[in-house]
């Protein structure tokens, strides 16, 4: 029993490890001198080698006529086999019914064979009876002109001259407009910080022979140190103005000092501020004089001030767009619809073109 279960199993394996072979025609019926196509084919596993028959053009297969064998195809399958296909293109020139026999394949050495097929073939019909009902070629004939099947072209013809002219008036059009160039202008910024150092280091070159000159007394040189606080506190009132955003140029200096500790600004030495703008006061309404020394400890107050409440990385450029008038608009308009108009102009003159062309050559041919 167990000698017979073991039979039966390799019987199974060898049935299920056989390769298929079929053959298929495309055609099972046509007519003499036409052509079909005999699929040949197997399924087998990778790696197993195939070995079709070396068939030739011109060789007879079952009664039909080899006409071309194309190179084999191999597709893998939907499982997990690969499909190799033999295509054999045959014709007949007689009208029967051919029997095609199996085709052997070798699979691994072991042949395999596909099925037999059968291929009608058919004759045309004819009558030799009464063969001058047949008629050969007959000779070339002019056609003759006819206005109906050139009248389209001619207008057609006028039409594409009028949209050259078009073009050409829109070209002129474009031409005689200048364009307009819009620039972009790119100007200098000088911080808030730096104009007012500048400022202090040109009044400190030009003030300070009106400051030395104050102690020798006299309203003119009390004038001069009047002039030289007044510019001071203005470059100063000018940078706060700038940099904080109040207009310190109205604001006593109360105020000032007021609008000062409200700021965030925790490095600011209010109190020294303070005595520079007091004793600014004093000097340009009660006639206060200072000496020396003072005089250049409150022009390192101010200098100080800045440096304290400068902003960095502040822009230095700034970019200025262009401004264009509305007759600039109008004009700007103008030039883009002229542009489109001549680009779909070259368009429809390109396709008529060669519409009529290919129209001609149909006609004359």
């Given at each position: 029993m167990k000698r017979i279960l073991n039979i039966v199993m390799l019987l199974v394996v060898a049935a299920v490890c056989r390769a298929h072979v079929e053959a298929t025609i495309d055609s099972v019926q046509m007519v003499v001198g036409e052509q079909t196509c005999i699929h040949l084919s197997a399924s087998v596993k990778n790696g197993q080698h195939v070995m079709f028959p070396q068939l030739k053009a011109g060789q007879m297969l079952g009664?039909?006529?080899?006409?071309?064998?194309?190179?084999?195809?191999?597709?893998?399958?939907?499982?997990?086999?690969?499909?190799?296909?033999?295509?054999?293109?045959v014709t007949a020139w007689d009208d029967s019914l051919y029997y095609i026999p199996a085709i052997a394949v070798k699979v691994n050495g072991k042949t395999e064979s596909s099925k037999s097929l059968a291929l009608k073939v058919l004759t045309v019909d004819v009558d030799t009876i009464h063969p001058n009902q047949f008629y050969g070629p007959r000779d070339v004939q002019d056609n003759p002109f006819r206005?109906?099947?050139?009248?389209?072209?001619?207008?057609?013809?006028?039409?594409?001259?009028?949209?050259?002219?078009?073009?050409?008036?829109?070209?002129?059009?474009?031409r005689s407009k200048k364009p307009i160039v819009l620039k972009v202008r790119i100007r200098k910024i000088v911080p808030p910080h730096q104009k007012a150092l500048d400022g202090i280091e040109k009044l400190k070159k030009e003030g300070t022979a009106l400051v030395s000159g104050s102690y020798a007394g006299g309203a003119e040189d009390a004038e001069g140190l009047k002039a030289y606080y007044s510019e001071l506190t203005d470059i100063l009132r000018v940078y706060m103005q700038e940099r904080f955003g109040f207009n310190a140029m109205e604001m006593t200096s109360a105020e000032i000092i007021e609008r000062i500790e409200s700021t965030d600004e925790k490095d600011v030495k209010i109190e020294e501020l303070r005595s520079l703008l007091e004793t600014s006061d004093l000097?340009?309404?009660?006639?206060?004089?200072?000496?020396m020394s003072e005089s250049?400890?409150?022009?390192?107050?101010?200098?100080?001030?800045?440096?304290?409440?400068?902003?960095?990385?502040?822009?230095?450029?700034?970019?200025?767009e262009p401004t264009i008038t509305e007759q600039q608009r109008q004009t700007l308009r103008m030039r883009v619809s002229l542009k489109w108009a001549v680009a779909l102009l070259v368009v429809a003159i390109v396709a008529l073109t060669a519409y009529l062309c290919w129209q001609v050559f149909e006609l004359t041919n």
């Open positions: 009664g039909v006529e080899v006409v071309d064998i194309p190179k084999v195809d191999t597709v893998e399958a939907s499982d997990g086999l690969l499909k190799v296909t033999q295509h054999i293109k206005w109906s099947e050139w009248s389209g072209l001619l207008w057609l013809t006028f039409l594409l001259m009028l949209l050259y002219v078009l073009c050409w008036l829109a070209l002129l059009r474009l000097v340009k309404f009660a006639k206060y004089t200072v000496n250049d400890r409150n022009l390192m107050t101010a200098v100080n001030f800045i440096n304290e409440t400068k902003q960095e990385n502040v822009a230095t450029e700034e970019r200025i």
